[in-house]
């Protein structure tokens, strides 16, 4: 069993920087590939960003590629976003999940969720 925590959500203005974190319960942390999603209201929820239980790995969607950063931190059982050049079109509720074996862009591979985290990304 994982339980995940999001926090480091808020406002930011168009164009700025935020880094979300999520913190991971549970001593199999580390065996677990870990991805971020969001969700708009009225929208379904999209892949971001997903990363392997080593951090060798990373998968990105396009639309952030280049922009996002997805890192972990195995010995402090964390996951990181960080997001530069933001727009206001990705204003969402951004959540982090986890799977055993490969990372995955399919939200349904996912075996566990945090609450949610809310970023807001001002014109």
């Known amino acids: 069993q994982v339980q995940l925590v999001e926090s480091g959500g808020g406002l930011v203005q168009a164009g700025g920087s935020l880094t979300v974190s999520c913190a991971a319960s549970?001593?199999?942390?580390?065996?677990?590939?870990m991805g971020w999603f969001r969700q708009a209201p009225g929208q379904e929820r999209d892949f971001v960003a997903a990363i392997n239980w080593s951090g060798g790995t990373t998968l990105y969607s396009n639309s952030v590629k280049g922009r996002f950063t997805i890192s972990r931190d195995n010995a402090k059982n964390t996951v990181y976003l960080r997001m530069n050049s933001l727009k206001p079109e990705e204003t969402a509720v951004y959540y982090c999940a986890a799977r055993h074996y490969n990372p995955t862009y399919y939200p349904n591979d996912y075996d566990y969720w945090g609450q949610g985290t809310q970023v807001t990304v001002s014109s």
């Open positions: 549970g001593r199999t942390f580390s065996s677990h590939a």
